[in-house]
């Protein structure tokens, strides 16, 4: 999502959880020119307890 345009209060609203966000670069920047817009990142967890499972050391 690009925060400049869009309010993301349809994903809030739906118990995404928020990350973190992009760098504005494109998979094919070679040159670190950040030429993007940047981007929110959001996911959805598919289990309840996720927080223990991806803690787990196994």
């Known amino acids: 999502m690009e925060s400049a345009r869009f309010t993301e209060a349809s994903y809030k609203a739906a118990n ?10 494109g998979k094919l920047d070679r040159y670190n020119q950040y030429a993007l817009s ?3 990142v959001y996911l959805y967890p598919l289990h309840r307890d996720y927080r223990s499972i991806l803690d787990s050391p196994e």
């Open 38 to 40: 940047v981007k929110d």
């Open 16 to 25: 995404w959880i928020r990350v973190g966000q992009t760098k504005g670069r």
